[in-house]
T-cell receptor, first 114, second 114 residues
Framework: GAVVSQHPSWVICKSGTSVKIECRSL??????MFWYRQFPKQSLMLMAT?????????EQGVEKDKFLINHASLTLSTLTVTSAHPEDSSFYIC??????????FGDGTRLSIL | GENVEQHPSTLSVQEGDSAVIKCTYS??????FPWYKQELGKRPQLIID?????GEKKDQRIAVTLNKTAKHFSLHITETQPEDSAVYFC?????????????FGTGTRLLVSP
């Protein structure tokens, strides 16, 4: 149980385009989802906390207008990287939680901006 | 805010040896400490966690110890196997549930040689 699906797994696109990443909890209702960014050989850095039906809480230094988060239902949260540039290239991972259970992670999305 | 330090950054052991990874945290209010294993390009997977009301927890070859006074916790892997090779992350949070954000350590790359 507690499966988190993330899509797409890999995106390559041109500079200036916007990219949407989906995070779904497949077999449970996730009241809270988290979005992380991970650079090669580095740790996971929390970008924002997403609660269903309310605005996301962004970590210090993360531009909310650059990284749009929508948590429209208890099973889906989306991260949109707007006007992406090469420096936005990274591995983005979501996680979801419910009740007193630990966070369960998606498979991640490798984003490459040319 | 919370700061989690993790050592060593890399650890090489022979198959069958034990491996120990140590983390320290700064916020005495933190009370939940999970450990994640991440293989290259894959999702972090929870391998064991411990809450602040417990000093030690064991699951087969894996154990975690917590010293609240010193604010450090450790992961112990016994009888290591090549498939234990991965990056291990410790984390800390203030909540006993998955709703609370995790602060991750910098990771330890474990290499188990046959």
């Amino acid at each position: 149980g507690a499966v988190v699906s993330q899509h797409p797994s890999w995106v390559i696109c041109k500079s200036g385009t916007s990219v949407k990443i989906e995070c779904r909890s497949l077999d449970f209702q996730a009241t809270t989802m988290f979005w992380y960014r991970q650079f090669p050989k580095q740790s996971l850095m929390l970008m924002a906390t997403s609660n269903e039906g309310s605005k996301a809480t962004y970590e210090q230094g993360v531009e909310k207008d650059k990284f749009l988060i929508n948590h429209a239902s208890l099973t889906l949260s989306t991260l949109t990287v707007t006007s992406a540039h090469p420096e936005d290239s990274s591995f983005y991972i979501c996680s979801a939680s419910y009740g007193d259970q630990p966070q369960h992670f998606g498979d991640g999305t490798r984003l490459s901006i040319l | 805010g919370e700061n989690v330090e993790q050592h060593p950054s890399t650890l090489s052991v022979q198959e069958g040896d034990s491996a120990v990874i140590k983390c320290t945290y700064s916020d005495s209010a933190s009370n939940y400490f999970p450990w994640y294993k991440q293989e290259l390009g894959k999702r972090p997977q929870l391998i064991i966690d411990i809450r602040s009301n417990v000093g030690e927890k064991k699951d087969q070859r894996i154990a975690v110890t917590l010293n609240k006074t010193a604010k450090h916790f450790s992961l112990h892997i016994t009888e290591t196997q090549p498939e234990d090779s991965a990056v291990y992350f410790c984390a800390a949070s203030k909540g006993n549930t998955g709703f609370q954000k995790l602060v991750f350590g910098t990771g330890t790359r474990l290499l188990v040689s046959p």
